[in-house]
Nanobody, 112 residues
Framework: QVQLVESGGGLVQAGESLRLSCAAS????????MAWFRQAPGKEREFVAA????????YYADSVKGRFTISRDNAKNTVYLQMNSLKPEDTAVYYC?????WGQGTQVTVSS
């Protein structure tokens, strides 16, 4: 069993940055592809970014490519999402995912 806890969300203005963290406990996540998803009010949950376990290859949704960076620190059992040049449309609850495990989410609100 793996517990994922997100942190780092908050209220920022457009153009600012935030760094989300996803701390895992219970077992190592080094063998999992890890991902971030988000869900805005009234919308379905959508993929944001992922990072593979072996090569560290990264994948991004077109909407965040060039602005967000996903990374992982296996020694700390943690995954990060660096979000730059934030836009109001990035406002959502951001969730960390690995295999079948999900965190509880962290709110990101970007004001214009």
């Amino acid at each position: 069993q793996v517990q994922l806890v997100e942190s780092g969300g908050g209220l920022v203005q457009a153009g600012e940055s935030l760094r989300l963290s996803c701390a895992a406990s219970g077992r190592t996540i080094s063998t999992y592809t890890m991902a971030w998803f988000r869900q805005a009010p009234g919308k379905e949950r959508e993929f944001v970014a992922a990072i593979s376990s072996s090569t560290g290859t990264t994948y991004y949704a077109d909407s965040v490519k060039g602005r967000f960076t996903i990374s992982r620190d296996n020694a700390k059992n943690t995954v990060y999402l660096q979000m730059n040049s934030l836009k109001p449309e990035d406002t959502a609850v951001y969730y960390c995912n690995g295999y079948v495990y999900w965190g509880q989410g962290t709110q990101v609100t970007v004001s214009s």
